[in-house]
């Protein structure tokens, strides 16, 4: 019985190896990478305000995720602006500023952001995006549903690594 135990443990350490690695591959394209409107881009011909709001409604989004805004150059910008300037368009105190297109911007802060651009009235024709910034392990107060595919996977990699501890605590 002992014999028998000594492969079988040295099969499971390379098993739990390559679990880790696998777990650690997850999590590294964890980060999501989400294209702005999608097919319709970062654009003012999107009949009103909603589309951006309801573009986004449907996403979760996390820190080190990225928004790509897709525009012609000269057309449109990318402006961060702050929430009071977003809600009254206010275009000429933006946080940063961004010109050439693809911008691709990475959330690094958990929180609201909002987005504008600035040129001609585009803002007010509904070129505005804001978003809700949560955590990997979910925005707090708010269920997710959209999200389970992900939190399937971590839910697996957790019980992975439970497993794995139970394992080593009793064979090594
Ligand atoms: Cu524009």
Known sequence: MAKARAPTSSAGRVLAVMAVVLCMMLRSVEAA???VGDATGWSNAVNGASFYS???SSKTFQV???LVFNFISGKHDVSVVSKSDFTSCN???AITFHTTPPVNFTLT???ALYFTCTHDSHCSQGQKLSVMVGTASG???TSTPSNSGTD?????CRFMFTS???YFITMW
């Open 152 to 156: 399937f996977v971590y839910a697996s």
């Open 91 to 93: 275009t000429s105190s």
């Open 54 to 56: 309801t573009w986004a």
């Open 164 to 166: 794995m501890a139970i």
């Open 139 to 141: 925005p707090p107060g």
């Open 33 to 35: 990478t989400y294209i």
């Open 64 to 66: 080190d995720d990225v």
């Open 109 to 111: 802060t958990t929180g």
